[in-house]
DNA sequence: ATACGATATTCAAACGTTTGAACAAATATA
DNA sequence: TATATTTGTTCAAACGTTTGAATATCGTAT
């Protein structure tokens, strides 16, 4: 590890100042032609490498964004975040990731924590076990925040959503266009935003539809796989099981089917399976899942962007290109 | 967006020093009780956050490592970084996520700007577009390194590998006891280590069972869906088709699995197929892929074990706890 | 009273970069 | 020739924190 050559070092080896130095790296007019090149020479020669640190604090911008997940290993957020890191480094930034793992106390931590690091902004998706909301509101008055997904309806900052709503009509009017009579739904807590949208999307779709909305058909839960066995299992005990369930995610759509399998009930003939996110595997397990497209890389494209915007309005920059 | 506390701040609202109100913060036991309590009242009221860029600044820890990977949305990738994530902000670390998508230039362009974040260490997978690796060891000079997955025989930095000989071994060890005569391999490049080494395993267990090794059935790609289906297609028009395969990574074998379905062959009955990386998705396909399962969870906090490790030696901490 | 070691705090420089103002030299204008 | 303008560079302070050395204020032992 030798030690790392800086700006002074260039300025020395050439006898100017470290001032014209950094001019010439942020090709300053003023800045000689020959002196530019001298120093680009020098600072190859050197093995020089920007100290981002030294400079973020001068500027007071650390180039830093900072993203917030319940967790990376789910398909859906792995994908956001892959989106936005494309779309945030192509701008010049660098992302810092971290996870609540649906927990509030960590949720609090790792806000902190990135306000720490000077984030320039957060693009975050709420833990599911956050009920109160103060560290947000907190993050939102000193830094540019978006929010996708689980959002807050009473934080005013920017928020990236797949229609909820529309999406709940549609997989409800699919499944009753093919006929389906008693559609069940393996539903997300209410007090998350988007899957409360969503039971409320699949409760006015039957009505329109003239149906009856049963509330031993609601279920609510976590939305893992083991709620998906279970939940369905329970369904098909009821003296009028279900012929149809819209689940609020993929993943217990997937344990539902597990269970259909095993009890050898036949989809789609026998019953109607819908999903919603698009989790990679949907495609590939059998039968395939239907499922609402969540466009998880738009999405995340989408909250770089407006992310992108908001720090562009902020800093009126001024660069001589 | 109000002006930020610092510790000048809190020096003058509380007529001291702000070398005091530091010292105050990291515990110096040359300050008194009284004061340190002060400035935590203080800190509280103001709404102080510390400014980790200044600090690092000084004192030459940027608090940050960066993590480089192919693609976060690969479910392998995805789970390494969050387990790495988990270890390494439990130490006190950010994360910085970057990726190459397995092209070269870019990969280049993300150590750089990685080592420009000044990042205390770099935990990567290389990628599979690299055919020179002068950008690794140039990082390696100056930052502890830490590859996995995708490692590099000319590099000495640590190494978190799952055992690939072992792996492959078992693999057509696997196949042989399922009664399998003609053996194929879906290979990664050999010019990646692990591929490389794969495709050793997978030649060794067939010389030792006394199975012909053909060229015609070793068929190196880039390990995707597509490559698999092109290349499962390839195979079944050979005067001598295999009937098994083993793929390089769970992917190829899922777009190998495609076409069987497809052509109608059975499997296992007909055609074995055993995978590489246990991608989240194998038991969910069907039918199920038999894959060699890669620990990605473990391998993502021994990754970020040693590299804490490697930290911890480098700098002879001090902190009056 | 005097010196002494503790204890608590301040001083001042440093980390590496940026930036407006100041300056000098060269060129253009009158 | 004197003055204004342009061009290229240096000066010096700043960003917010840390840290060893210096200093001040004690109580205590001589």
């Known amino acids: 590890m030798r030690k790392k050559t800086t700006i002074v070092d260039i300025a020395n080896y050439l006898s100017i100042t470290p001032s014209a130095v950094s001019k010439a790296f942020s090709n300053h007019p003023r800045i ?33 964004i900072g993203v917030l997940v319940p967790g990376i290993h789910f398909s859906f957020f792995a994908t956001i975040i892959k989106s936005i890191e494309e779309t945030l480094s192509e701008s010049g930034y660098s992302v810092i990731i971290s996870q609540s793992r649906d927990d509030f106390e960590l ?6 924590s990135l306000m720490k690091a000077q984030v320039e902004g957060i693009i975050a998706s709420i833990a599911s076990g956050s009920k109160s909301f103060e560290h947000y509101k907190k993050v939102a008055q000193k830094t540019p925040l978006v929010l996708f997904d689980r959002t807050l309806k009473s934080l005013d900052v920017n928020k990236i959503v797949v229609d909820d ?25 209410d007090h998350v935003e988007p899957f409360r949208i969503r039971i409320n999307g699949y409760k006015d779709a039957l009505q329109k539809n003239n149906m009856q909305v049963r509330d031993e058909y609601i279920l609510q839960c976590k939305l893992t796989i083991d709620d998906g066995i279970s939940i369905m299992k329970k369904l098909l005990t009821l003296p009028t099981p279900p012929d149809a369930i819209f689940a609020a995610s993929d993943l217990p759509a997937y344990g539902a089917i597990k269970v259909l399998n095993e ?12 999903g919603f996110s698009n989790e990679a595997f949907t495609s590939m397990v059998s039968p395939t899942i239907t499922t609402i497209e969540q466009y998880s890389e738009n999405m995340g494209t989408l909250a770089a962007k407006s992310l992108l915007d908001h720090l562009h309005r902020i800093y009126t920059q001024k ?3």
Request: glycine content about 8%.
């Open 319 to 321: 660069e001589y290109i």
């Open 165 to 189: 709503y529309m999406g709940s009509i549609k997989a409800v009017n699919h499944l009753i266009s093919k006929g389906y009579q008693r559609i069940a739904h393996i539903a997300g807590y």
């Open 263 to 274: 009890k050898k009930i036949k989809i789609p003939t026998d019953f109607g399976v819908v």
């Open 107 to 112: 949720e609090v931590k790792q806000l902190e």
């Open 32 to 64: 000689s032609d020959k002196t530019k090149k001298a120093v680009l020479d020098a600072a190859e020669k050197l093995g020089y490498q920007p100290n981002s640190l030294a400079s973020a604090l001068r500027k007071g911008r650390s180039g830093l």
